[in-house]
């Protein structure tokens, strides 16, 4: 497995839980002298900072990664069709319809004779 860098965010992550666990008095991985944990002000931060720079942090980050498919995409076939032979399809179509008009109608005879006439605000009906 190949060495990679840790992003901004696994690295704020990585120093913030290792910065919880020094403000929980956990025992320090780096020696750093008094000097140093004076002139840093026992900055628990500071700290996870300096052992997360020494690699001092047992702490390893797992990326989840997309799984591979195995199925393949298949390109859908389409129908190539001439414009002769789709203007022939039109025809035929049109042919069908001239013959029984009524099987394609809209509205019914009797839909038609039942109108009623409604009077707008203002008018008497």
Request: proline share 5%; net charge negative; hydrophobic share 40%.
């Amino acid at each position: 497995m190949e060495h990679q860098q840790f992003t901004k965010y696994e690295t704020a992550r990585i120093i913030g839980a290792r910065a919880l666990q020094l403000a929980m008095d956990a025992p320090l991985l780096v020696k750093i002298s008094e000097e140093d944990l004076k002139k840093i002000n026992y900055d628990a931060l500071k700290i996870a900072e300096l052992e997360f720079k020494e690699n001092a942090l047992p702490i390893s980050v797992h990326r989840p990664l997309p799984k591979k498919k195995k199925e393949k995409l298949v390109a859908v076939k389409e129908e190539k069709v001439s414009d002769e032979e789709a203007a022939a399809k039109e025809h035929e179509i049109e042919k069908d319809i001239s013959k029984d008009p009524d099987e394609f109608s809209l509205v019914e005879e009797e839909e038609q004779s039942e109108e009623v006439a409604i009077p707008f605000a203002g008018e008497e009906a």
